[in-house]
């Protein structure tokens, strides 16, 4: 019989296909009682076990490559963190030799406990990590399970559309590679890592489709239309030749823009927009090039420290921030500093201890001034690079004008080194600072005086101003862009940046989401920067509104009561 049903739209585009359907994994515990004489194998099966899940990680962490390849990395690499830590292996081992339980029986029991203290805490980030320990568990229990053998070849995904709670991104990117088309899941956010993913690759996505996993049967035919959120189990003749069509039309669409000369981005009224886009390897920086993007708005640097021993010695970081600059050819490179804290395991040097909460602990440019000989051969690679070309040096994380100031004097500092060097360095490097946590929001305008320029990192603030975790499901309705709490702190450092006569941009989520487009105009943005993929859809949009008219809502939204409102305003804007 045919159904619909409704979800969020996570990643939009139109997919017909065979549903394969995956539920939660059950682990299926070995309970006959373990022998004394078999405490040493059992113990010796478990760590074989380990062994092959750490290995499964390293090999999937070195395949993963392209503009993916930072996500998906930080998430192996969290759950390779998981493996190593003595609070779940030791514990395991223990329950083998003290309770005389078989592996299996020893890691259910463990992953239990420490699952049920996840549950316990209030805090939304630390609680959605169980997640990860649930995904580790489900690979150690499966080695556990094939006893040294090699683990099945997953069928291929080719004409399928994945029906499940939810998928790990490293997961979702490997079966793309074999031809999923699409993807549904009961929980999940728009926000997610998942989300984020799943739009890099283009890859319909509905969340939040509640009653998909007790609907939909293995093998029926979906048509998922993420342009809505709508899901149609079993489609009838309409369903199909309405899908028919609007795949023709997105088609015609596709052509249409290849065909384009890609242009400056201008509003319908004559106003020039930059739009930047956020990378973090030569493979986006190519992609930004075919796509006319005005410059890389962030230059995600984390890339050159992950994934290996031994730290980059300034010379790596050096030819890596000049061949960035050099590829976008006289377009300006803005090069973020490091952004890492301890809830990323990143292994080598940079190793750090886990902290109670690390999305308010050492991360960001609080890591790097407690870190200054790490921060002195980035800023020193940076500033030689600086001489290839248009560049700017950002600060993450900041919270105070103190911040600024003393890595403002550490730049100094290090520009009359490399020069004393002989290293040609530019005459002129800005230095802008990250608007993401409500502190730096508040005092933005005292930032501001002495920055160069800012840029709003728009998921962290949502994130901190609304306390609710974008990855986590079960506060995915919390973490909305459009509250009028965001919305008027995001209007207070637009304006005191313009005070100011400071450049901005927004360089999260948003951005690159065409649905916010006029609202960010209407704030009174100029500049974008986003995923390449976003390019075109954003210029499109653009080119249909007057900022003219839009700015003049601006108040309207500002005094918008709550989200039902605001929604109500944002979708009258489309025809501003």
Known sequence: MRTELEGSIAAKGLA?????VVYSAKIDVETEPLPSAGIPNEVKRFE????????????????????LARDLSEIIDAHAMILDDPEFTDAVVALIRRDQLRATAA??????????????????????RRDDLDHVVSRVYAALARGGAEPERKPSAEGQILVCDTVAPAELAQLAETGLRGLVCTASSPYSHTAIVARGLRLPFACGVKHALSVV??????????????????????????????????ERLRRQRARIKVTDAHTRDGVSIKLHVNAENPDVIAAARRAGADGVGLFRTEFLFMKRRELPSEDEQFRAYRDAIVAMAGRPVTLRTLDLGADKAIGGPLEMALEENPALGLRGIRHSLAHRDIFIAQLRAMLRASAY????????????????????????LCSDEVRRARHPVADEVPLGAMI????????????ARHADFLAIGSNDLAQYVLAADRNNAAVASNYD????????????????????????????????????TPLLLALGLSEFSMHPSALADVREVLATLSRKSLKARAP????????AALAEIVSSMTTA
């Open 107 to 128: 890691l259910k029991r463990q992953r239990d406990l420490l699952a049920e203290a996840f549950d316990a805490i209030d805090d939304p980030y630390l609680r959605a």
């Open 556 to 563: 309207r939204l500002l005094h918008a009561p709550d989200r």
């Open 436 to 447: 993401e946590v409500p502190a730096a929001a508040l005092v933005s305008a005292d930032i």
């Open 389 to 412: 070309g248009p560049m700017r040096i950002l600060l993450p994380m900041v919270s105070s004008v103190e911040e600024v100031r003393e890595a403002r004097a550490l730049i100094e």
């Open 16 to 20: 017909l296909g065979s549903a394969r």
């Open 481 to 516: 862009p459009l509250h009028p709490a965001f919305l008027r702190l995001l209007f207070l450092v637009l304006d005191n940046a313009r005070q100011a006569k400071r450049p901005i941009s927004v360089c999260g989520e948003i951005a690159g989401d065409p649905y916010y």
């Open 217 to 250: 049967h293995e093998g029926d035919v979906i048509l998922l239309d993420a342009d809505h959120g709508r899901i149609v189990v079993r489609p009838d003749n309409i369903d199909q030749a309405r899908f028919r069509t609007l795949q023709k039309e997105a």
């Open 48 to 67: 074989g076990a380990l062994k092959t899940a750490r290995a499964e990680l390293a090999s999937l962490s070195e395949r993963v490559s392209g503009a």
